[in-house]
């Protein structure tokens, strides 16, 4: 099993910034990607960023040169700057990690709790 932590959500005005945390922990796993997805109420999960084991990333184009995702593998975190936020940013961010365990070649999904991100106009 894998449990993920996230932080930083919270209030915040129109063209503010937030910082989102999230850290992984568990046994004898190994990290294939780590992301970012949010959701409002009535609609699908998308995702934000996500950054894979090797360093790419991937943003979502509402959000690319806003957002920035990075990693740090000793902590097994991954965080997410997001500056010029909107309105529209406001929604519940949810980590996601996808893992291995040792000796499988098999890929685990995990979800974090979800953070609520609100953004004033």
């Known amino acids: 099993q894998v449990q993920l932590v996230e932080s930083g959500g919270g209030l915040v005005q129109a063209g503010g910034s937030l910082r989102l945390s999230c850290a992984a922990s568990?046994?004898?796993?190994?990290?294939?990607?780590m992301g970012w997805y949010r959701q409002v109420p009535g609609k699908q999960r998308e995702l934000v960023a996500n950054?894979?084991?090797?360093?790419?990333?991937n943003y979502a184009d509402v959000v690319n040169g806003r957002f920035t995702i990075s990693g740090d593998n000793a902590k097994n975190t991954v965080y997410l700057q997001m500056n010029s936020l909107k309105p529209e940013d406001t929604a519940v961010y949810y980590c996601?990690?996808?893992?291995?365990?040792?000796?499988?070649?098999?890929?685990?999904?995990?979800w974090g709790q979800g953070t609520q991100v609100t953004v004033s106009s």
């Open positions: 950054i894979i084991s090797g360093g790419s990333t």
């Open positions: 996601n990690t996808k893992v291995s365990f040792a000796g499988s070649r098999v890929l685990y999904i995990y």
């Open positions: 568990g046994s004898s796993f190994s990290i294939n990607a």
